[in-house]
Structures are given as C-alpha cells and as structure tokens.
C-alpha cells in the first residue's frame, strides 16, 4: 500500500530564516507531487506540481520554491521566511492527471513564522 | 474560467440530524470530474469521493451520498444521520482539463452531540 510521510510535523521560524520542509511518497512509482498550503481557517492553494524528477511547476510566485532529487522525494524550500508563510503545508501525491484522479494528502506541517 | 464555490461557510446540527453541504461549479469543458474530501481536526485531507461528468447517478455509501446534477452544475453531499465524528471541513474539488484541481473553500461542519 501507499503511505506519504511528511516531516516535521510542527516548526515554529523566525522571520528570514530559511525552511526546508520534506514529503516522500512509498509505494508507488512516477507520482505527481503537489504541494499545498492552507491558510488559517481558508481553503487550500496549489504551490507547486512536479510530474517528474526535477520538473517543477509554480503556481504562485513567492519566496518558496521546491525540488524533486528523487522520483519519490518532493521537497520545499525558501531562503528567507516572511511572516505571511505562516500556514498548515500539505504535501499530496497522484497517479496520472490530477484532473482525473484523487490525490492522497500527508499528515501536513504546521509552520508558524514569527 | 473554472470555479468551485461552497457557499456555506460553517454548519452547526446536533447529532442524528442530516446535513447537506452544497457545491456549485463552473467550467466550459464537457469531460471533467468532481471530488469531495475531509479535513479532520488532524489535518489530514482525505479523499472521499471521484464523479465524472457522463455519470450523474447519485451515490450512496452508508450514511454519504451524494447528488450529482449537470443541470444546476451542482454536486452536494448529504451525510444521513450524523455523527459526532462526522465534524470536520469539507472541500469539494473540479479538475478538468488541466494538471490540478480547483478546490473550494470548504464547509466547516460541527455535529454536537
């Protein structure tokens, strides 16, 4: 069965320090990996897609950027935290389009920029 | 343009009650599908249902079910009976044609007991 692990699960940042938040997917091969985040009390917004080992595709510009090294390794960065990237991430995985598929979330970061 | 609106922002029944959350959207493309998901207090968005646009059948599963109407471009989601365990946000999602999904903004549901 597939599992998706996120980590950590809570981080609290100051201002201008950077970020590293890590999602593998097990079990399965070649899955679409998005990144997610979640607003308090908002809806979710697409970040970042990747269809394939180091093919990004970025949905907002901002100070966060991500990375796939690995088929089943999705990684999210920034350099620089604001205090507007405070939020609950969430990394999701797909098999074929998105459009016609479920995805299937982790557990989720909970980031706190203070 | 592509468009999912969940009207009701936050819903309150007490336990045993049905509940209806409703979702409306929008989109020009003919082949498309729609999603629901939870979001537990954890956190966790988790997949409850896929409808494609050539099935309007409804579908029940236990105590969800869910009507599905081209006509009105709607998709709404009735839980029978609810649970306390049933609380929760509710997104319901369209994705067609293109590499994600457009979410909506989600229905907080609180089931008292």
């Known amino acids: 069965s597939q599992t998706i692990h996120q980590w950590p699960a809570t981080l609290v940042q100051p201002v201008g320090s950077p970020l590293s938040l890590e999602c593998t997917v097990e079990?399965?091969?070649?899955?679409?990996l998005y990144w997610y985040r979640q607003a308090a009390g908002r809806g979710l917004q697409l970040l970042f897609y990747?269809?394939?080992?180091?093919?990004i595709s970025s949905e907002v510009p901002q100070n966060l950027s991500a990375s796939r090294p690995q088929d089943r390794q999705f990684i999210l960065s920034s350099k620089k935290l604001l205090l507007s990237d405070s939020g609950f991430y969430l990394c999701?995985?797909?098999?074929?389009?998105?459009?016609?598929?479920?995805?299937?979330f982790g557990p989720g970061t909970r980031l706190t920029v203070l | 343009a592509q468009k999912v609106t969940q009207a009701q922002t936050e819903i309150s029944v007490v336990e045993k009650e049905d509940v209806t959350l409703d979702c409306v959207y929008e989109?020009?493309?003919?082949?498309?599908?729609l999603f629901w998901y939870k979001q537990p207090p954890s956190g966790e968005l988790v997949f409850l249902i896929r409808?494609?646009?050539?099935?309007?059948q409804n579908e029940i599963s236990g105590r969800y079910s869910w009507n599905f109407q081209k006509s009105t471009s709607s998709f709404n989601f009735t839980i029978t009976a609810s649970q306390v365990v049933d609380s929760a946000v509710y997104f319901c999602?369209?994705?067609?044609?293109?590499?994600?999904?457009?979410f909506g903004t989600g229905t907080r549901l609180k089931v008292l007991a």
């Open positions: 989109t020009r493309d003919t082949t498309y599908y």
């Open positions: 079990g399965t091969s070649n899955p679409n």
């Open positions: 999602a369209l994705g067609s044609g293109t590499y994600k999904y457009i």
């Open positions: 990747s269809v394939g080992i180091g093919q």
């Open positions: 999701a995985w797909s098999l074929g389009p998105p459009s016609y598929n479920e995805q299937f």
């Open positions: 409808r494609n646009s050539f099935d309007e």
